[in-house]
């Protein structure tokens, strides 16, 4: 449960987010190349207030801080771009950012009502291998702990689990040539078996082909000393058997059993 002050914390960094500030604060590497990845280890992550031992993001779950983080440190420069946001729920962080540093926030949402038809600078209906624009709009498209879901199997009595492959087909066939994604998306917690599982290989894939070049992932939050990991709460737990049907029990268990919960930014650019 959020307590009162958590909410109005977060809607209070929301309101008063500032392009310049997150560009000082993020405008050098923040991460460490590490076998490929982009590790940004909890100790030296521009968040962590070192003073205190803490995050100071200070509202949300260690993961809500992860999210805000990686917000402030990928979509503060988007001046004069045509931004689109993919299942943007009601968290206003991201649009706040964008329309503030000069760009046009667009979003699609699948729970709003289909007679809400997205229009350039709105929100309004449509999802992942249903985008309502013409080819090449967006010079950028995003998604905040989306992704995830678009392929799960659980809650699909609602809606068809998406294909990943004709989901990101889709984001290319809007996105200008030179445009970027930016997808971030939780690990060992809920939505698609590849993302609890934390199979990065698998996720990485989907953009192994001539669509994208300039793939990288970072990995926020997986090495979190001198912070407490953060393990998975027991209601995400309940939807792990009806996800996972391609891995063997043991990397289950050990999943279940070991993993805590972590995030990954997946970032690419469109040839
Ligand atoms: C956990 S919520 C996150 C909402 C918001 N972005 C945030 O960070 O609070 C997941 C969102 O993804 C949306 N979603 C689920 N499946 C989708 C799909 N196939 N295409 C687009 N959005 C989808 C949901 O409707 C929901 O708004």
Redesign the pocket.
């Known amino acids: 449960m959020h307590s009162k002050r958590d909410s109005l914390l977060k809607r209070w960094h929301s309101l008063t987010i500032s392009p310049k500030k997150c560009q000082q604060k993020w405008g050098k590497a923040y991460w460490k190349d590490v076998d490929g990845y982009r590790e940004v280890n909890c100790v030296d992550c521009p968040s962590f207030n070192a003073q205190r031992q803490q995050c100071s993001i200070g509202f949300g779950s260690p993961l809500r801080k992860c999210?805000v983080s990686s917000i402030e440190a990928h979509l503060h420069d988007c001046q004069n771009q045509q931004v689109l946001?993919?299942?943007?729920?009601?968290?206003m962080l991201a649009r706040n950012l964008i329309k503030r540093s000069g760009g046009t926030w667009t979003g699609?949402?699948?729970?709003r009502p289909k007679s809400e038809v997205a229009q350039l600078g709105k929100g309004g209906y449509?999802?992942?291998?249903y985008i309502p624009f013409e080819d090449k709009t967006f010079d950028k498209i995003f998604?905040?702990?989306?992704i995830e879901?678009?392929g799960q199997k659980a809650g699909a009595a609602l809606?068809e689990p998406?294909d990943y492959a004709a989901?990101f087909a889709e984001v290319a066939r809007v996105l200008k040539p030179g445009g970027t994604i930016y997808f971030d998306a939780p690990i060992h917690f809920h939505g698609h078996e590849m993302f609890i599982m934390g199979d990065l290989a698998k996720i990485q894939s989907y953009l192994m082909n001539e669509h994208w070049t300039n793939v990288h992932i970072e990995k926020w939050r997986e090495q979190s000393a001198p912070l407490k990991p953060y393990d998975p709460p027991q209601n995400v737990l309940v939807d792990w058997p009806i996800e996972i049907t391609s891995y063997p029990e043991t990397q289950v268990k050990l999943a279940r059993e070991k993993g805590s919960v972590w995030m990954i930014a997946i970032t690419a650019e469109k040839t």
């Open positions: 999210v946001e993919i299942g943007f729920g009601k968290f699609i949402e699948p729970r449509g999802h992942a291998t998604a905040i702990q989306s879901h678009w809606r998406s989901c």
